[in-house]
């Protein structure tokens, strides 16, 4: 009990320092101090991108919790290096935090692009002005809509290489759908979904005594997202248990 509540005691610590992951369900983030040590030996996170992010935490503490962490934004940054897409589409921009992450690991020099969407129209202008602020408004475009109505609109002609998922959770599937359906991901591409194993609350069959009523229908959402995923043959998918549960899909090769 005395070890619990001591735990909550870092976690609530944790969320409050400028590293600290955004969801702490996972035992190894700061409670072990593995967070802060992974943290401390991976890229750094860029000035332009740490004065955003602590703006935004000053700005509105609980709204800025949305943001992914440093790491998991190095971790972004490091799978864009790799698989050198040219064409990048984030549904989920809030202001601009990932988005740049995503942007700091693009090739820009060979043209790689980032579009990011918000459909609050305040909050993508703080993007935009986030954006242009790090020096990276030429490869990024912030786009003032809702996540459907992007992909539905998308050229299929521009295919996308990365796709990142981190809008409103229960229309994973929605999206999951449309780029499947609409075929706007390259045969190559990659689509990375965030947020798949919400607050460790995904996993277990029955929702936790107690849970929230919106935070238990979140997870409901999602654990039928995960499932829908995993019965599409045109995909093959891993989950990641790190962050707040990260899926990488692919397509199955024919
Ligand atoms: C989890 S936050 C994104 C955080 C951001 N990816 C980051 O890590 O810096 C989700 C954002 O998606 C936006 N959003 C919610 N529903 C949306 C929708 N249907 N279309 C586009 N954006 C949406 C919210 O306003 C919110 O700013």
């Known amino acids: 009990m005395r070890?619990?509540?001591?735990?909550?005691?870092v976690r609530r610590r944790a969320l409050h320092t400028a590293a600290a992951p955004r969801t702490l369900w996972s035992f190894l983030d700061?409670?072990?101090?593995?967070?802060?040590?992974a943290a401390a030996h991976s890229e750094a996170e860029p000035p332009a991108l740490q004065r955003i992010r602590r703006a935004a935490l000053a700005e509105a503490p609980a709204e800025a919790q949305k943001m992914i962490s440093p790491l998991q934004g190095a971790f972004m940054?490091?799978?864009v290096r790799a698989q050198r897409p040219s064409a990048v589409l984030e549904l989920g921009c809030?202001?601009?935090?990932?988005?740049?992450?995503l942007a700091h690991g693009l090739d820009r020099a060979a043209g790689a692009?980032?579009?990011?969407?918000e459909r609050d129209p305040e909050t993508a202008q703080k993007a935009q002005h986030n954006i242009a602020s790090a020096g990276l408004a030429g490869a990024v475009t912030v786009l003032a809509q809702p996540a459907a109505s992007v992909l539905e609109s998308w050229d299929p002609a521009t295919k996308l290489d990365l796709i990142f998922i981190d809008a409103n959770k229960s229309a994973y599937q929605q999206y999951y759908d449309l780029v499947m359906d609409l075929g706007i991901l390259h045969d190559r591409g990659q689509i990375v979904v965030d947020n798949v194993l919400f607050h460790g609350?995904?996993?277990t069959a029955q929702p936790p005594a107690g849970a929230a009523g919106k935070q238990s229908r979140i997870a409901a959402?999602?654990?039928?997202f995960n499932e829908h995923v995993a019965s599409d043959p045109r995909t093959s998918q891993v989950i990641l248990p790190v962050f707040?549960?990260?899926m990488l899909i692919q397509k199955a090769r024919p």
């Open 113 to 117: 692009r980032l579009w990011t969407c």
């Open 201 to 203: 609350k995904v996993h």
């Open 94 to 101: 809030y202001v601009g935090y990932s988005a740049l992450w």
């Open 3 to 9: 070890a619990l509540s001591a735990l909550a005691r």
């Open 30 to 37: 700061g409670a072990a101090g593995v967070y802060g040590y």
């Open 244 to 246: 707040d549960g990260l």
């Open 221 to 224: 959402k999602l654990r039928a």
């Open 77 to 79: 940054a490091s799978l």
